[in-house]
């Protein structure tokens, strides 16, 4: 099986809001590829940028390249303006690879190996973010003289995935943290955040912000001006729930914004999920379906091993959008399914009381809509079951 770009049949209608209108289960099934793959649309990627550009005016993008680094969305979106955000020297290389220069790059992992700094700084990026006397320690023996960011601990509760018991500071210590990193040498550069991933409320940029505000206060009384605010990551892509939109995310930070001591000259952002998850759409093929006590379980050849991860990370369940090759998905008399991958490891269990039509049977296909983040990112071929095969359609400047 081969990564390629293929044609497609456009349909006006999909089967759900987040599914793109090219990527139609009626499309997908002229795909004469064998499951599973995963099918990226780059038109969507480029219309969500845009989208999200026009909600965030004055906000570069520097796009969270963890969740989905294949070099077609690298480049759609580099050919679109949007620079990038790495977390390693292995993710800065993929960028040299496609002629992304890395001074324009930022490093927002806030503790990173002292060679990877060093590497990074040589290859010519010169921002990176800390959050602690260790890493401003490293920073200035691998960097000297680089361009520091501090990364706030702020509310994530109402996120899906919340970051802050591993990484972050509060203000009183980031405080003086800016302050020993002018002491050595360092440039103090910027404050970022993280609201925590797939974030379910406007507040929390609010909040988040208004900490950035009164770190820039305390720090303009010292004489030091800081040149950017990183909003960080954590705008929701939309799947089933109802996550608030990018233009009421963006309304909330404009307003913040203009309350700041002053606005820096880089107002930055680190979209991810946000830009890529719903322009890609998973097909796995069911190999067996079975009866276990009082459940009806459908094995796949694909779980958590191979990209589907993500619903085994939260409490309550993960909401992709589904479709199936049966005719008349929509209207067929449905069962609650329990829906578990093809390896050997009953962990690999992914969803519980999933609604889907009650003839399914094996040979059948289920889609996954939203699922263009943190899928073949995560995927293996644990067991010897191989990831998704990756294809694109779109792209056309």
Known sequence: ????????????????????????????????????????????????????????????????????????????????????????????????????DPAAVLHSNPVKPVGQIGAAAKAGLWRFAFDSPGE?????????????????RVDDSTSVFPLSHKFGTDVEDAYDLMLLAQRMGLRPYGVTFHVGSQCESTGAWRSAIRAAGELMGRLLADGITLEMLDLGGGFPARYIAGEPSIEQIGSVIADEIAALPYRPALIAAEPGRHLVAE?????????????????????????????????????????????????????VSRLRYTLTGPTCDSSDTIAYGVELPATLTVGDVLYFGSAGAYTLAYASSFNGFPPPTPLFVGGER
Request: hydrophobic content about 45%; some cysteine.
């Open 1 to 100: 099986m081969s990564t390629g770009t293929i044609a497609l049949t456009t349909s006006a209608d999909a089967p759900a809001a987040s599914w793109p209108a090219a990527l139609h289960p009626d499309a997908l099934r002229l795909i004469d590829v064998p499951t599973p793959y995963l099918v990226t649309d780059l038109d969507t990627v480029a219309a969500r940028y845009a989208a999200f550009s026009s909600a965030l005016p004055g906000v570069s993008t520097f796009y969270a390249m963890k969740c989905n680094p294949s070099p077609e969305i690298l480049r759609t979106l580099a050919d679109r303006g949007a620079s990038f955000e790495v977390a390693s020297i292995g993710e800065l290389r993929m960028l040299q690879a496609l002629g992304v």
């Open 279 to 331: 322009s890609s759409v998973m097909a796995a093929t069911i190999i067996g379906r079975e009866i276990r006590g009082d459940e009806h379980w459908l094995f796949l050849e694909v779980g958590a091993y191979h990209g589907l991860i993500e619903p085994m990370q939260t409490a309550g369940g993960w909401d992709y959008p589904m479709w199936s090759s049966i005719a008349g998905h929509a209207s």
């Open 136 to 152: 401003l320690a490293k920073i200035s023996e691998a960097a000297p003289g680089a361009a520091v960011y501090v990364r706030l």
